[in-house]
């Protein structure tokens, strides 16, 4: 089976430009979970979805949007790029992404450079 | 604050070194433990996880964690390292009252000298 694949896998934009990354779940899960890594840090949960509903949010700001497609791929939006959205952003999934033995699996990555 | 501490940022070994890597969270109740690894150009990989049970686990590539519910803590050990275990390590935990979202420490580089 395929791993979760996420797109592209590089990217660089300008301040104030906006940006989607794209994220494709292992077959079978249909929760997608999003974070960002920012160099020398561990990744800090942005968005949860599942079933095409938010089921959790982490602490950014509402530059940041995401939604989850019937085929359970999902998509996250940044809008009005700042400097300090470089980072790796990374797309995780899971059977349901509820309950405490749930074990996410996660993408390569997209590296975003804001200039 | 609810947060996981990784308190070692830069470790270098010997091969056939013996490793511990520590982690500590600050969360009460019934949580989950997870230790993921990124190999270098590599997307992060789970080593091994602790749900329930025995509170030592095993995971992939001989990699063990135990559990002391007591101290908060779920150290990832390997009783002699190779050249290929030069990666970064990560800790994480979820909990029920955050909506099973992970919380990660700030990862812990191994570098392994041949």
């Known amino acids: 089976d395929a791993g979760v694949t996420q797109s592209p896998t590089h990217l660089i934009k300008t301040r104030g430009q906006q940006v989607t990354l794209r994220c494709s779940p292992i077959s079978g899960h249909k929760s997608v979970s999003w974070y960002q890594q920012v160099l020398g840090q561990g990744p800090q949960f942005i968005f949860q979805?599942?079933?095409?509903?938010?089921?959790g949010r982490g602490n950014f700001p509402d530059r940041f949007s995401a939604r989850q497609f019937p085929n359970y791929s999902s998509e996250l939006n940044v809008n009005a790029l700042l400097l300090g959205d470089s980072a790796l952003y990374l797309c995780a999934s899971s059977h349901s992404g509820w309950g405490l033995q749930e074990t996410q699996y996660f993408g390569p990555g997209t590296r975003l450079l804001v200039l | 604050a609810q947060s996981v501490s990784q308190h070692n940022h830069h470790v270098i070994l010997s091969e056939a070194a013996s490793l511990e890597l520590g982690c500590n969270y600050s969360y009460g109740g019934t949580v989950n433990l997870f230790w993921y690894v990124q190999y270098p150009g590599q997307h992060l990989q789970l080593l091994l996880k602790y749900f329930s049970g025995d509170p030592l686990v095993k995971g992939i590539k001989g990699f063990e964690a135990e559990f002391i519910k007591s101290k908060f803590s779920f150290n990832l050990r390997k009783p002699s390292v190779q050249w290929s275990d030069t990666a970064e390590y990560f800790c994480a935990v979820n909990r029920m009252d955050s909506n099973y979202q992970l919380i990660w420490g700030a990862g812990t580089k191994l570098i392994i000298k041949p």
């Open positions: 979805y599942y079933e095409k509903e938010e089921r």
